[in-house]
């Protein structure tokens, strides 16, 4: 992966509406209890070059990026829960036609930890196939945890990473995995339920649309 993306269109920090840009090529999800720092960890790989995208249906924020993918423009939207998931589950639509997910815990308070399973367990519910990334936020308010073993990510086969969202730690190498991941997962053969919903969804609009010719 190229080491340089940028934002798409507009102004840097500018908001725009769901309306005012296409769908983008890739669409990875973050998820966690409130306040484990997604938001931060998103604002934070961006770097301020990001273009906050509000789903006011849902009361989602979307951050659109551009990355270098082995030579090839990819658009990325990081989907971020804007405090829904304080009511500990979210709409089943944060989670349709997601390709990658970062999924994270705060170091600093056990029970994002001891949640993670009701997370995964959501979200597998929906995306049973697609890549995870578990990290462990807010590293840098004690460095010596990062000496500590975390056995969820072993156990369900995750990558597993120490991050902060404060200093950039392993933030960058991080969201470059997810997108990368995301990337093989749309082109591989192991698809979900609802990729394949999807996919006879947008061939029937086609058909209809030539018979309305």
Excluded at 112 to 123: A, G, H, R, V
């Amino acid at each position: 992966m190229g080491e340089e993306g940028k934002s798409a269109g507009g102004k840097m920090g500018e908001e725009v509406t769901e309306d005012d840009l296409p769908a983008a090529d890739l669409k990875v999800i973050l998820l966690g209890d409130s306040a484990v720092g997604k938001s931060k960890l998103v604002e934070r790989f961006l770097m301020g070059d990001y273009h906050p995208r509000q789903l006011s249906t849902y009361a989602l924020t979307l951050f659109r990026y551009k990355a270098d993918v082995d030579g090839k423009d990819v658009e990325v939207d990081f989907w971020d829960t804007a405090g829904q998931e304080r009511f500990s589950s979210m709409h089943p639509s944060y989670y349709f036609g997601a390709h990658a997910c970062i999924l994270a815990f705060d170091v600093t308070r056990k029970v994002t930890y001891k949640n993670l399973n009701d997370w995964y367990k959501e979200l597998r519910k929906y995306r049973e196939n697609i890549p995870v990334i578990l990290v462990a936020n807010k590293i840098d308010v004690d460095y010596k945890v990062t000496q500590k073993k975390f056995a969820f990510g072993q156990k369900k086969g995750l990558p597993f990473e120490f991050v902060s969202a404060a200093d950039g730690t392993n933030v960058v190498r991080v969201f470059k995995d997810a997108i990368r991941a995301g990337v093989e997962y749309k082109l591989g053969d192991k698809k979900d339920f609802m990729d394949d919903v999807r996919s006879f969804q947008t061939a029937q609009h086609k058909k209809k649309e030539v018979y309305q010719l």
